[in-house]
């Protein structure tokens, strides 16, 4: 079947950590996504790509990294440097153009 | 600066009481507007996709509609089942981003 799967769906990370989370999807999508949803609020872009190769920060990038070498792969990398990551992270794809957004089940990242 | 607002925040509705959700948005031009429903701990699950102004679409039990500044999510008689967020999108002619609202929280009473 075609979907986005995330991993780890539970992550914990002790301070000055990294941890990447991993996004793979079979949509044949050109177009990857990295969201970020706290309680309460929108969800709120961290970096999204639109072809292989190429990404564009969102608007809290700050302390978070990605990589495109695969139209399949987008994993998104938590640094130290971000101050508050405990967060549910979610990883979306579409088509280039109109049109809309598929979700994966999310990560769920907390910082002990 | 494109935005997307919800209302109401939560909404709690008796088995078979029907009701409306709104989004209102302000884009420099609409691409698109979408709805999704997310239940906890889950990713969003895609509902509809709304272009133009007067558009309507329909799912079972769910039907949205769309005008030049607000979008409506309508629930006719709905089940305990139907309880879950309900998030609005919309995307810019300039862009391939996204924008969120913050989604209303539905409960359905049985």
């Known amino acids: 079947d075609g979907g986005i799967t995330q991993s780890p769906k539970y992550l914990f990370r002790k301070e000055g950590q990294n941890v990447t989370l991993s996004c793979e999807q079979n949509?044949?999508?050109?177009?990857m996504y990295w969201y970020r949803q706290d309680p309460g609020q929108g969800l709120r872009l961290i970096y999204y790509?639109?072809?292989?190769?190429?990404?564009q920060k969102g608007d809290i990038a700050e302390g978070y990294s990605v990589s495109r070498e695969k139209k399949e792969s987008f994993p998104l990398t938590v640094t130290s440097a971000q101050k508050n990551p405990t967060a549910f992270y979610l990883c979306?794809?579409?088509?280039?153009?109109?049109?809309?957004?598929?979700f994966g089940e999310g990560s769920r990242l907390t910082v002990l | 600066e494109d935005q997307v607002t919800q209302s109401p925040e939560a909404l709690r509705l008796q088995e078979g009481e029907s009701s409306s959700l709104n989004c209102s948005y302000t884009?420099?031009?609409?691409?698109?507007l979408f709805w999704y429903r997310q239940d906890p701990g889950k990713g969003p699950e895609f509902l509809f996709t709304?272009?133009?102004a007067g558009e309507e679409k329909e799912k079972e039990r769910l039907k949205a509609t769309l005008t030049k500044k607000e979008s409506f999510l309508h629930i006719t008689a709905p089940k305990p089942e139907d309880s879950a967020t309900y998030l609005c999108?919309?995307?810019?002619?300039?862009?391939?981003?996204?924008?969120f609202g913050p989604g209303t929280r539905l409960s359905v009473l049985p």
């Open positions: 979306a794809s579409g088509l280039q153009g109109p049109g809309e957004l598929f």
């Open positions: 884009v420099s031009g609409l691409r698109g």
């Open positions: 949509l044949n999508h050109d177009a």
């Open positions: 999108a919309v995307q810019d002619n300039y862009g391939q981003n996204f924008v």
């Open positions: 790509s639109q072809i292989v190769n190429d990404f």
């Open positions: 709304l272009y133009s």
